[in-house]
């Protein structure tokens, strides 16, 4: 799982028969014996080009070779093609816009990366060569993949990587954020607000009346109209003739969805939703952030979980409800003095199995956030509940926790780093299916038609 970390090629030795290079023509010829050719039918059209029979059935066919090399199960044979498919449609569509947009992979560029993955298993490019055709692989197929993976990582980071920016208020926010849950209050926040109370027992009606009300200071407030004189004439809160300021307030006094609701907010700006709290809907401003109380001014720190985990797929032929299960089984052993490495190196699926599942000291922003988000609201030595995460399901275990080395800059830069990869991987997911949407895709055939309808 390489704590979660997004790669590029660098992963590809592992994953090479998940790949594909484009086809040419709306019609593959095909050898047959006797030197006849005969026509591969298209199983979809992408825009002005075609994804075959004979190429998906090839990438399925090496797909289930590398599963049944790691001993994996294989999905049923529709399952697997339907996915397979997929995959390559969203492939040609990208390959398609790196040629619109003249992106390019010289052969040394690919010579290069291939001595490098060689390199990185500690073998010559021949031994390595070797190996990846002992895998099933041919090793012109694996060069174009490697050309592939190497474009479409040049596209991502020109369409999306290179777009992203972070702010100095995120830095702030994501730093005091990542304390574990022993931590202190974080930064103190500098608020104004204009409040319209929900009565307990107010019909739905009622609601949707106030509702509509704030929603119209709402849209005032976004417009440039002076917050202060808002929260004067619409606020039924006590702080009315203050204009709705609240002055600073720790984290911990205030509601959750008003601290998540500010957390990527600039100073001085309004948040574009009403808040729904236990007494109705709040319009929120952010004033300023400071360094909350106890805590040195010129002292940032980032904190770093040492933590193990159980990973069990819901992929591979396991269901949801059954690993589910299976995981609150292990934690009820680990509870009576059960040995977690040994469940873990028995039943993980993950990379980390052979190491009792520990990934180390884990800095913020290097898992996906739903196992952050676990990992962060466990005391030391305790183990979550089954966490979901795009992987499958995790039984997360902290061992210990440690204030990150480094000067406060280098601190800072981290939290840069990982804010930018999480936003990256966001709007990559959207980019990607901004470009789907905009693509014609048309499947057509039997085995599409077959895969398509499970």
Known sequence: MNKFKWTTFAASACAAAFLTGPVAHAQALTAAPGGVQIADSVVAVVNNDVITERELNDRSNLIVRRLQQQNAPVPPAAQLQRQVLDQMVLERIQLQKA?????????PTVQRTLERLAQQNQMTLDVYRARIEAQGVPWDTFQRDARTELTLSKLREKEVDSKITVSDAEVANYVAS???????GGNDLHLQHIMFKVPENASQADIAAIQAKAEAVLKDAQSGSDFAKLAKNNTQDTDAAKGGDLGFRTQASLPASIVTAVATLRPNQVNPQLIRTDGGFEIIKLVERRTGQGQAADAPKLVQTHVRHILLRVTDGTSEPAARQKLLEIKADVAKGGDF???ART?????????GGDLG?????ETVPEFERAMNNLKDGEVSDPVRSEYGYHLIQVLGR???EGSVQQQLDLARQAIGQRKAEQAYSDWLRELRDTAYVQYKGAAAQQALNQ
């Open 341 to 343: 490495a040994n469940y």
């Open 402 to 404: 440690r204030e990150a």
């Open 178 to 184: 990542q304390r574990g849950p022993n931590a202190g």
């Open 99 to 107: 040629k619109e947009d003249n992106i390019t992979i010289d052969a």
């Open 361 to 365: 000291w884990i800095s913020p922003g």
């Open 347 to 355: 039943y993980s699926s993950d990379g980390s199995a052979s190491q």
